[in-house]
């Protein structure tokens, strides 16, 4: 089966996205209130405090992602624990659009598509360096567990027990929030060509 290709809108490149009225519930107000709250979930990094109610259950009607019970739980499974969790839940809406949980496209069809498109196309936009961020927290957290087991052999120390793999943090959620914000601006107001970001993480922010 081949993967879907989404194409990303950029700011100052397209219009705010216009959905349609569907039925009693999926109305096109209703439409636009799940996309603003996708995008300040975006913007902010995944922190908690902007996962709605509303988006928690769209998210799982209609995105083909498992409720895990319920929505503070799902947003600890994907938000707040290994960062590879993260990775999958961004790699749905931005990268080649697979549910996390069946790994079909089947959820982009159906009810509220405009919708569900219009999400990946925005998570789409961030996709890359949100991943960046997170890739390097990880190559920095796998360098410190290993100095730290170094420094344990050597000392005669029993192993400290570092964690293999790295923990979304509230600080991570900061990183990743300035990085959307960084992309946001950059797309607003182009570099000059032959400029490049760099979202590579500072070693002193890796808590």
């Known amino acids: 089966m081949t993967d879907l290709t989404l194409q990303p809108v950029f700011l100052g490149q397209e219009t705010v996205p216009v959905f349609s009225d569907e039925s009693e519930r999926l109305t ?6 799940i996309f603003e709250d996708w995008r300040r979930f975006l913007f902010s990094g995944f922190k908690k405090v902007t ?4 988006l928690y259950r769209f998210l799982v009607a209609e995105c083909s992602l498992v409720g895990r019970y319920n929505q503070d ?6 938000c707040a624990a290994a960062s590879e969790h993260l990775k999958f839940f961004l790699g749905q809406f931005g990268g080649n659009g697979r549910s996390v949980d069946f790994g079909t496209l089947a959820w982009l069809g159906g009810p509220a598509a405009d919708l569900k498109h219009a999400m990946c196309a925005e998570a789409g936009r961030l996709y890359a360096p949100l991943i960046q961020v997170l890739t390097d927290l990880e190559h920095k957290h796998a360098e410190l567990g290993l100095a730290w087991r170094n420094f344990a052999l050597n000392s005669g120390l029993p192993d ?16 990743l929030a300035y990085a959307a ?3 946001a601006a950059e797309q607003a ?7 490049q970001l760099d979202f590579s993480v500072p070693l002193l922010l890796q808590t």
């Open 189 to 195: 107001h182009p570099a000059l060509p032959g400029l």
């Open 160 to 175: 400290p027990g570092f964690p293999q793999h790295y923990l979304v943090s509230e600080n991570a959620r900061n990183l």
């Open 73 to 78: 739980y799902f947003w600890s499974f994907h």
């Open 28 to 33: 096109a107000v209703y439409k636009q209130c």
């Open 51 to 54: 996962f709605t109610t509303d």
């Open 181 to 183: 914000g960084i992309v």
